[in-house]
């Protein structure tokens, strides 16, 4: 939970739009990296204020229970999609804490919607929350969690990636949308 004096979250003015789809922010990401052949390739989209929307579809790669998505996979699309609210705050952060509720089974081949919005900042602390429906953003809730995401420096990643990847980001930033994005240099 927020302390009292958290403030509410601010829209950066250089967010991009409502309605803007975002793309992925690192082409490997197991999340939304349409390089990753096995990841989610979510899609996520700017919404009002600090929020977001996005989709994915459940693929047979990402089954638990015979038919059914697996819980991990579930939570990479709730934690994805609370990351991109990034976006929209325009801050690198971390999960720090996931906090999870399975309600509903997802059989393969469902197109999961999902949406999250900021709650409240308190210095390097950014307190958000996500649902997840099944079929239509109006579908039965299959899952929510709340999280804790932790702003951090560029050397997060720098100093703790692989060497290789970490290599071949900076000889390419376009692998990495938030560089350009963010104007960080990694
Ligand atoms: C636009 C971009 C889109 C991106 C989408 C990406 C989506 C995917 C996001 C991820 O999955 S990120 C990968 C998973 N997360 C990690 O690998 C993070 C691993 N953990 C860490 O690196 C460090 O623990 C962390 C940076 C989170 C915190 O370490 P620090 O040394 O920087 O901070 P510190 O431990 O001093 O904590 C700062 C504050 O946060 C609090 N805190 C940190 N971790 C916490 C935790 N787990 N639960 C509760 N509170 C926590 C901590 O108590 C403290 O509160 P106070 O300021 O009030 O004292």
């Known amino acids: 939970m927020?302390?009292?004096?958290?403030?509410?979250?601010?829209?950066?003015?250089?967010?991009?739009?409502?309605?803007?789809?975002?793309?992925a922010h690192y082409d490997q990401c197991f999340g939304c990296g349409h390089e990753q052949p096995h990841g989610l390739r979510l899609d996520a989209t700017a919404g009002e204020g600090v929020s977001i929307t996005?989709?994915?579809t459940v693929q047979p790669a990402h089954q638990g229970a015979p038919g059914l998505a697996h819980g991990g996979v579930l939570a990479t699309a709730l934690?994805?999609?609370?990351?991109?609210?990034?976006w929209l705050l325009q801050t690198i952060a971390v999960t720090g804490r996931l906090e999870t509720d399975f309600v509903r089974p997802v059989p393969v081949g469902t197109v999961l919607h999902l949406s999250a919005r900021c709650t409240a900042v308190h210095g390097r602390k950014i307190f958000s929350s996500a649902v997840g429906r099944i079929g239509s953003p109006d579908g039965p809730v299959a899952v929510r969690a709340d999280a804790l995401f932790i702003e951090v420096p560029v050397a997060h990643f720098t100093d703790n990636g692989r060497d290789e990847d970490i290599k071949a980001v900076m000889e390419n930033p376009d692998r990495m949308k938030v560089t350009r994005a963010f104007e960080v240099n990694p």
């Open 54 to 56: 996005a989709e994915f």
């Open 2 to 23: 927020p302390p009292p004096d958290a403030r509410p979250p601010v829209r950066h003015p250089d967010a991009p739009e409502p309605g803007t789809l975002l793309g």
């Open 79 to 86: 934690d994805e999609t609370l990351g991109s609210l990034c």
